[in-house]
């Protein structure tokens, strides 16, 4: 069978699921898991991940975290477990392309966590597609996303456990 014009062979698929997991393990992870590794404790939330999360509504509620609002709440618990579950699944190449997916969006909801929520100066978040190096927010962002996007279309490859499930299943399903 030939495959259709533009598609990318599964050996070719493959290596380069391969590679785009590795170079985020190499240089994503450590930062994903620092970042989970102070806003959980056992199985709850520290008030670091309130603070680090929300500082600003953290300010008008004294430090309190037992004052924080439920939806706010969810906010931070979800932002959590995306941060700590999302980058380990994808470096797995487990439930690959919903990992991927669910990447681009938590990077975009932190992207505006950090834009919007922390006020982050404009000379560091910068411009979409501004050729400012020091800038780094938009663009480096906007290459995470990509990355995650090409893992999105490519799947886990033969080198995951997404392949390794698939072997394991019975034929027919």
Known sequence: ????PGAV?????????LGLRLVFALSLLPFFLASAATQIDGFALTDQAYFLILPHYMEAVAYDPAMV??????????GTLAGALLPVLLVLGLATRA????MV????????????????????VGALLDA????LILDQRLMWCA?????????????SLDALVA??????R
């Open 99 to 102: 990992a991927a997916l669910g």
């Open 147 to 159: 990355m995650l996007a090409a893992l999105a279309v490519v799947g886990g490859g033969r080198f």
């Open 105 to 124: 969006v938590f990077i975009v909801v932190m992207s505006a966590t950090d834009i919007w929520l922390h006020g982050v100066p404009d000379a560091v």
């Open 167 to 172: 072997r394991a299943r019975p034929a027919g």
């Open 9 to 17: 062979s599964p050996v070719l698929g493959s290596a380069l699921s």
């Open 1 to 4: 069978m030939v495959p259709a």
């Open 69 to 78: 609002s439920w939806p706010w709440r969810l906010y931070v618990a979800l």
């Open 132 to 135: 400012d190096p020091y800038a």
